[in-house]
């Protein structure tokens, strides 16, 4: 078939190629196919044009096909695309001293290709650093999909595949819109929770915790934020137990939520931090960073992360230029403009209708959760399904996560580049499409 130009009518053959030959691999497919995209929009074969609120896989905070991403691509991959992995390369040393620059207590820097890759290393220094292997979670993460990453991956996807690594736990995250144990006047008491869990941890820990790993968001669970303190109080958790903590900043970091990285809200700095998706703003590329001190320790036990595509240039270009353009054009400061936007707008949509029970989430990184009325807060995932169906039709791709126990939440993450007017088209559709989902 030629993708270069799908003729009229092959609608029946792409579909059938699908079921003939495309692996199902968990999401039921977009029935609309993509021919191209670009800024903050995918088009279909019939050049319809579909807003991207999700960022392609919440990963292109430039947009698609950005200019400047372009242009690195087409001349990096002609000089100096992929390498022997024991070879360095002046795009890797440079985007290394790039981003170990950025926080002081995280100079050393791996550069590898996906999330739950760089996840997987992080965990493996945490566990030679500190010569144990327990490592906890928070129920509702997503880390990745490979062994490691996907033992301390609790929000889908446990059953079926056999034991996961010996040693994961997992506590709950503080839910304010849910919250498990309450002040006397109804909202979160995060620290009761937090002490709770670890009671329940230690109980069950046999003395060998290597490392808590967090989402400063936790997103595919739904938009849960960590509230302001709790990351110093997991961070002291942490140090009073000799573990190390982990931030994953897959889909937070690289200036989405209003700061270059999430945790910097906090004053909390992690032992080892890492960066996937935005990084290569939709182009495999991922990093972990850590202290001299933790990677000199590393290194004298003998730590190995070796892969394929370790340190290649190609991807190390486009992080350069990522990170380029973020500092050019202010994209941090205007993830948290937009951001205000949207998240009015947002609210403007609660206010009109019930079914939206909570707004949340940071900057650009905000969701919606759907329930039936405001007092129960039952989750409404018929009309979450709805919503989605209806906003598609009218131009709109949103994500929405829907997790038994989490309720129906739209996850709303459109590029840092996308325009006022994107925005504001993209809350009107919302709007319209909601008015649809409730008759
Ligand atoms: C927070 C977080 N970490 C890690 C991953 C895994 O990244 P990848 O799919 O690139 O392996 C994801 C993917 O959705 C994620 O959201």
Known sequence: MDMAAPAAGTDTEFWSSVSDHVLRYGPRF??????????????????????????????????H???????????????????????????????SKRLGSLVPGLEKVLLLSTGAESNEAALRLAKIVTGKYEVVAFSRSW?????????????????????????????????????????????????????????????????????????????????????????????????ERGMLLILDEAQTGVGRTGHMFAFQRDGVTPDILTLSKTLGAGLPLSAVLTSRAIEE???????????????????????????????????????????????????????????????RGRGLLLGIEIVTDRASRRPDLALGDRIGAEAMNRGLSMNIVKLPAMGSVFRIAPPLTATDAEIDRGLEIMGEAIEAARR
């Open 30 to 63: 977009e029935q609309r196919v993509i021919g191209r995209a670009e800024g903050s929009y995918v088009y279909d074969l019939a050049g319809q044009p579909i807003l991207d609120f999700t960022s392609g896989q919440m990963s292109a905070v430039l947009g």
């Open 65 to 95: 096909s950005h200019p400047d991403i372009v242009r690195t691509v087409r001349d990096q991959i002609g000089r100096l695309d992929h390498l022997f992995s024991g070879m360095l390369s002046l795009p890797v040393v440079e985007l």
């Open 143 to 239: 880390h990745g999909m490979t062994g490691g990453a996907a033992a301390a991956t609790y929000s889908t996807s446990r059953r079926g595949y056999g034991p996961a690594a010996v040693g994961s736990f997992a506590i709950p995250a503080p839910n304010p819109y849910r919250p498990r144990f309450t002040h006397a006047d109804g909202s979160l008491d995060w620290q009761t929770e937090l002490d709770d869990a670890f009671a329940l941890v230690d109980s069950q820990s046999t003395g060998n915790l290597a490392a808590f790993i967090a989402e400063p968001i936790l997103s595919s669970g739904g938009i849960i934020e960590l509230p302001l303190g709790y990351l110093a109080a997991l961070r002291k958790k942490c140090d």
């Open 297 to 359: 320790r590393a290194h004298e036990l003998g730590f190995v992360f070796l892969t394929t595509h370790v340190s290649d240039p190609l991807p190390a270009a486009v992080g350069l230029t990522v990170m380029d353009v973020i500092e050019r054009d202010g994209l941090i400061e205007r993830a948290r403009v937009a951001g205000a936007r949207l998240r009015a707008g947002l609210e403007a949509l609660q206010q009109r209708f019930e079914g939206i029970g909570d707004v």
